[in-house]
């Protein structure tokens, strides 16, 4: 547990602005936080506090999981989309950083250019959180890595397998093999490996398949997404073919590890990326792993709003 530590402005763009200590110490208090909400408990750790949450793509679990969650913390938070500010009608990214940020006490920003985000925290005095760019999702790696360790202890040593498109979701995969010390087998087709220079950099702990069962054989996780995410929409038809030997199904989980786990981000095209009954698999731990969106975010907040993490 971190605890009463004064900190600098903290932002959370990637999974590596922390490191492998306070990631473990978050996941840890995102379970403790689960536990004390289903047991009912008031917190209030965040009374008075504000997020300022920047809309430049569509979600559901994002919206609510944080709005939900600043709630939850005795804060409130605001949803500003283009249409509400003047980042939608040309304002530089900067001003409206410095402007927005003289006002709330963290910042979540869901948007496409991975750039947008690293502009905005470079003149913020307030924590900015990429709540998902074209190039990176930590905050559902968070959620992912939680889900795992309340279910599995652990994920150090394992092997887990990415089944689809080289996206932002499995460039975070990539982060977090890295960092929380497991093996990442990524099975794409030919022209959709995830960033040339990211798997470079980890080339000891990320191998690529073209055959998803060769990626999948023993693995303790399997993860997929989509495989036409937003502003890909015109290649969706396209990619229907060239990804269709790429769904996750009972066959290849059948060759994973005998109590391999299942996660997919959401939302999931039933019968595409996924059969469809998989959500519902013995090994599916989708549901859980959505709820902890919730949790780990909250331990987030804390973490950066806050400076510390606290019982």
């Known amino acids: 547990m971190i605890t009463g530590i004064a900190m600098a402005v903290r932002h959370f763009l990637t999974l590596n602005d922390l490191n492998i200590k306070e990631l473990n110490a978050l996941l840890d208090h995102a379970s403790f936080?689960?536990?004390?909400?289903q047991a009912g408990k008031v917190r209030s750790t965040l009374s008075n506090r504000v997020l300022a949450m920047i809309f430049e793509k569509s979600s559901t679990r994002t919206r609510v999981s944080f709005e939900a969650g600043m709630a939850q913390l005795g804060g409130s938070a605001m949803f500003l989309s283009p249409r509400d500010t003047q980042l939608g009608r040309g304002e530089p990214i900067e001003d409206s950083a410095r402007v927005i940020s003289s006002m709330v006490d963290a910042v979540m920003i869901r948007t496409f250019a991975h750039e947008t985000v690293d502009r905005f925290a470079s003149v913020s005095r307030v924590p900015v959180i990429n709540a998902l760019t074209d190039d990176f999702h930590p905050c559902q790696l968070l959620a992912d890595m939680q889900t795992y360790r309340e279910h599995r202890g652990d994920i150090a040593g394992a092997t887990v397998t990415w089944v689809g498109d080289g996206n932002n979701m499995c460039n975070s995969y990539i982060n977090a093999a890295r960092l929380f010390g497991f093996q990442l087998n990524v099975a794409c087709p030919e022209g959709y490996a995830p960033d040339p220079a990211l798997l470079e950099a980890n080339e000891d702990c990320v191998s690529v398949f073209e055959d998803p069962r060769d990626a999948a054989r023993g693995s303790h996780l399997i993860v997929t997404d989509?495989?036409?995410s937003m502003g890909q929409e015109e290649e969706a038809d396209a990619r229907k073919k060239v990804f269709a030997p790429y769904q996750v199904n009972s066959e290849l989980m059948a060759l994973a590890a005998?109590?391999?786990l299942f996660m997919h981000c959401l939302p999931a095209h039933r019968g595409e990326e996924i059969s469809d009954g998989m959500l519902d698999h013995p090994g599916s731990v989708v549901w859980d792993e959505a709820e902890n969106r919730l949790h780990a975010q909250k331990a987030?907040?804390?973490?950066?709003?806050?400076?510390?993490?606290?019982q």
Not at 33 to 37: A, G, Y
Not at 300 to 310: K, S, T
């Open 300 to 310: 987030l907040l804390e973490f950066l709003i806050l400076g510390r993490l606290e």
């Open 226 to 228: 989509v495989w036409a």
């Open 33 to 37: 936080l689960r536990r004390e909400w």
């Open 258 to 260: 005998s109590d391999a």
